[in-house]
């Protein structure tokens, strides 16, 4: 091994590597031992998806039972990270922290209060609106609306459980007053900039810079066709990386991988699901999300290199992998359970 790839080994062994966003089949029978690839390809922390606007309740709560149960029974492997020093004990013991998000505001039947449910219950970052509009907010690939009273209510509501207030997905209007309400960071877990490649689920300048007027982060997203490359390949993302750090710095640039573990022949599929509806093939999509490439989890440790090579300092590309969304988690996330890992003074 070169000098440079042995530096580059050890960087990647040493930060937090923090994936924003990771997807399993959405079936209470999925295996999420399939994380064990997060976890060999140097992950510290990843954020598994538990539903989207798409998924009935039902669906959406056994799913999460599953997960939740699946984390308890395999404490050798995982940490429930319910706070920032959760991710923090996963890296120096050499687990793997996970924690869920929800892709969409439906699930919380319109209720705000369902914000600290959801919470309590190890869901740590949501967006309000899948690509298309709903009740609550504008979804990106829809007429562009504002935000409505209830979706300002929600919002409310996710800042002050200490989830992360998410923006992908979401309506370039509403995104904009999301950010604009100043209630605290807000990010984009998975997407990445319009400059470089022209769909409407990329950000724009003005969304990237709002979002970092906010003290968040912009995770990359690894999925093929919102980067220039089809095939997801790890110069693509680096390219990505590049354009960010350039215009808002090292300190709001992370890692959104948006890797999708393969259905196993389960069929996560909500009865009636309109594909168009959902990916619209007006914005280019096919038949839903088929033939459609995302770069693997064994590609993280190729970034740590390649950012390395392209003259990133080691200290900012440690906070790009990571130690920028630790450093939100800490500021963001409250501990769930009174007494678990509170401000002093509190007693269970
Ligand atoms: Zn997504």
Redesign the pocket.
């Known amino acids: 091994m070169s000098d440079f790839a042995e530096r580059a080994r050890q960087l990647h062994g040493r930060a937090v590597v923090w994936d924003a966003?990771a997807?399993l089949p959405l079936h209470p029978d999925a295996d999420l031992g399939v994380l064990r690839r997060h976890h060999a390809a140097g992950a510290t922390f990843v954020s598994v998806?538990v539903g989207?606007d798409m998924n009935p309740l039902p669906q959406v709560l056994t799913v999460l039972a599953s997960f939740r149960a699946q984390l308890r029974a395999r404490p050798e492997l995982f940490v429930a990270a319910e706070t920032a020093a959760d991710v923090e004990r996963a890296k120096v013991e050499g687990k793997l922290a996970v924690a869920f998000d929800l892709?969409g505001a439906l699930p919380l039947c319109g209720r705000p209060e369902m914000v600290q449910l959801f919470y309590d219950l190890g869901v740590r970052q949501i967006?309000l609106a899948?690509n298309r509009n709903n009740e609550v907010a504008g979804g990106c690939y829809d007429e562009d609306v504002p935000l409505s009273p209830l979706g300002r209510k929600i919002v409310r509501a996710v800042h002050a459980a200490g989830m992360f207030m998410d923006v992908?997905?979401t309506g370039h209007r509403s995104s904009l007053e999301i950010m604009a309400m100043g209630l605290g960071p807000v990010i984009f877990?998975?997407a990445n900039p319009r400059a470089i490649k022209d769909d409407r689920r990329n950000a724009t300048l003005e969304q990237i810079e709002a979002c970092a007027a906010t003290g968040g982060v912009v995770c990359v997203?690894g999925?093929g066709r919102f980067l220039t490359d089809p095939k997801a390949g790890t110069p693509a993302i680096l390219d990505a990386i590049d354009w960010l750090v350039e215009r808002i710095g090292p300190d709001h640039v992370g890692l959104g991988i948006?890797y999708s573990y393969p259905a196993n022949g389960l069929d996560d599929e909500p009865p009636g699901l309109d594909r168009d509806h959902w990916w619209p093939r007006r914005e280019g999509y096919g038949a839903g999300l088929g033939g459609i490439r995302i770069a693997a989890p064994e590609q993280l440790p190729e970034i740590t290199e390649g950012l390395l090579a392209r003259g990133w300092p080691e200290a900012d590309v440690a906070k790009i992998l990571g130690g920028n969304m630790l450093a939100l988690a800490r500021r963001v996330w409250k501990p769930s359970r009174p007494g678990a890992d509170g401000p002093p003074g509190w007693s269970g």
């Open positions: 966003h997807c998806n989207m892709e967006h899948y992908s997905h877990s998975h997203n999925v948006d």
